[in-house]
C-alpha cells in the first residue's frame, strides 16, 4: 500500500514539475503599441522578431533574445565578412605593399607580351592581305577577274584581323583593370599592415 502512494506521489510530482518551471518563468516582449507586456505563455510569434527577455519568478531576467537583425544590419554584416575574406586572401599572397608591387610589374608586363604578340600578328595580317590586295589588283590590271579563292584568302584575313582586334582591346582592358585592381591592393595592404604594426 505505502508502495503504490509513493509511486502515485512520485507521477504526480513528476507532472507537476514540468508546470511549475513553465509557471515560474515570466515572458517580457512589447507589443504593436510599444507597450512592454509580461507572459507567462510566451511571445507571439508576430512579436519575437523584436526580441524579448526571459524572467524568473522573482522578476530577474534570466534570458534575453536579441531582436531579429534589419536587412540592412544583414546586408553590412555580409559586407564586414566579404571585406575580411578579402583581406585574408591579400594577406596569404602579399607580406608587404613591395610584394604587392612586384606581382603589379610581373602580371603588367605578362599582359604587355600578351598584347604585343597580339598586335605582331595583327600586323603580319595585315601585311599579308596587303599583298593578297597587291595579288588582286595585279589581275584587275590585267584585265582578269579576280580568283575566288583570293578573295576568299582576302575576306577570311578580315575576319581573323577583327577578330585579333577585339582580343587586343579585352587585353588592354584586363591591363586597365589590373592596374585599378593592383592600385586598390596596395592601398588595402598598407592599411592592413600599417594597422598590424
Known amino acids: 500500500m505505502r508502495k503504490s502512494a509513493a ?64 536587412a540592412e544590419a544583414l546586408e553590412q554584416l555580409q559586407a564586414q565578412k566579404r571585406r575580411a575574406a578579402s583581406d585574408a586572401r591579400l594577406l596569404r599572397l602579399y607580406a608587404s ?17 600578351v598584347i604585343g604578340l ?21 589581275h584587275e590590271r590585267a584585265g582578269r577577274k579576280v580568283p575566288d579563292n583570293l578573295l576568299a ?13 577585339r582580343d587586343v582591346k579585352r587585353y588592354e582592358k584586363v591591363r586597365a583593370d589590373a592596374e585599378i585592381s593592383f592600385a586598390d591592393d596596395r592601398q588595402r595592404i598598407g592599411e592592413l599592415l600599417g594597422r598590424a604594426q
Request: proline letters at 5%; glycine letters at 6%; a negative charge.
Open 7 to 70: 509511486i502515485r506521489t512520485v507521477f504526480m510530482l513528476g507532472a507537476l514539475f514540468p508546470m511549475m518551471t513553465m509557471a515560474a518563468e515570466l515572458y517580457r516582449y512589447v507589443d504593436d503599441r510599444g507597450v512592454v507586456v509580461l507572459d507567462r505563455h510566451g511571445v507571439p510569434p508576430q512579436h519575437i522578431a523584436r526580441g524579448y527577455q526571459v524572467l524568473n519568478e522573482q522578476g530577474r531576467v534570466i534570458r534575453e533574445v536579441p531582436p531579429a537583425p534589419t
Open 118 to 138: 597580339a598586335q605582331g600578328n595583327l600586323q603580319a595580317l595585315r601585311n599579308q592581305q596587303d599583298g593578297l590586295r597587291k595579288q588582286a589588283a595585279n
Open 97 to 113: 605593399v613591395e610584394d604587392v608591387e612586384h606581382a603589379e610589374v610581373r602580371k603588367l608586363a605578362e599582359l604587355d607580351s
Open 153 to 165: 584568302q582576302i575576306a577570311n584575313l578580315e575576319k581573323e584581323q577583327a577578330g585579333l582586334l
